[in-house]
T-cell receptor, first 114, second 112 residues
Framework: GAVVSQHPSWVICKSGTSVKIECRSLDFQATTMFWYRQFPKQSLMLMAT?????????EQGVEKDKFLINHASLTLSTLTVTSAHPEDSSFYICSARDVRLLPFFGQGTRLTVV | GIQVEQSPPDLILQEGANSTLRCNFSDSVNNLQWFHQNPWGQLINLFY???GTKQNGRLSATTVATERYSLLYISSSQTTDSGVYFC??????????????FGKGTKLSVIP
């Protein structure tokens, strides 16, 4: 099946710094990728839909200036958490949609802001 | 948007027992998937099953689209089955129709 690689798997950063998370579709092209956030013991909540070559569509309540999404190519989308604070600590997961419109998920990134 | 409800929220099983997890959804779906999230957070797709029945080893799933529910069966459970099982739905048509909406999951603990 299709493979989606997410990097890094975990990151610890200081409050006020920015962190970039990469999501790559390794063996297929993905015109659309999705970014989810998961708090401990909770479900996955969609943050934004990332479309190649255009601006991301953010879900209600997600700050677009804080969570910058760039989908510069058909195989790469990045999520940058800017000026991170402890409340941004969470598990972030991306998914990419293949030609059959099936979503495949990355391994997730555990972000801890100290 | 579509509502996805899973039950039970928690389930404890003795190794070797069978279980049934349920997913109810509020609207017609284009896609329904069952996932297992392992302790490291990785989501593993178990079934793509917008309708009908599928089986894969000890796991099987049935979706009755007309009645808007899906069931995941786990037989002869093993400790490695422990984790959180999510049902996720992609609504049929309309805005955001390619987005998956996740239920809150069922946390399964299989004890030896």
């Amino acid at each position: 099946g299709a493979v989606v690689s997410q990097h890094p798997s975990w990151v610890i950063c200081k409050s006020g710094t920015s962190v970039k998370i990469e999501c790559r579709s390794l063996d297929f092209q993905a015109t659309t990728m999705f970014w989810y956030r998961q708090f401990p013991k909770q479900s996955l909540m969609l943050m934004a839909t990332s479309n190649e070559g255009s601006k991301a569509t953010y879900e209600q309540g997600v700050e677009k200036d804080k969570f910058l999404i760039n989908h510069a190519s058909l195989t790469l989308s990045t999520l940058t958490v800017t000026s991170a604070h402890p409340e941004d600590s969470s598990f972030y997961i991306c998914s990419a949609r293949d030609v059959r419109l099936l979503p495949f998920f990355g391994q997730g990134t555990r972000l801890t802001v100290v | 948007g579509i509502q996805v409800e899973q039950s039970p929220p928690d389930l404890i099983l003795q190794e070797g027992a069978n279980s049934t997890l349920r997913c109810n959804f509020s609207d017609s779906v284009n896609n329904l998937q069952w996932f297992h999230q392992n302790p490291w957070g990785q989501l593993i797709n178990l079934f793509y099953i917008p309708s009908g029945t599928k089986q894969n080893g000890r796991l099987s799933a049935t979706t009755v689209a007309t009645e808007r529910y899906s069931l995941l069966y786990i037989s002869s459970s093993q400790t490695t089955d422990s984790g959180v099982y999510f049902c996720a739905c992609q609504p049929l048509g309309g805005a955001g129709s390619y987005q998956l909406t996740f239920g809150k999951g069922t946390k399964l603990s299989v004890i030896p």
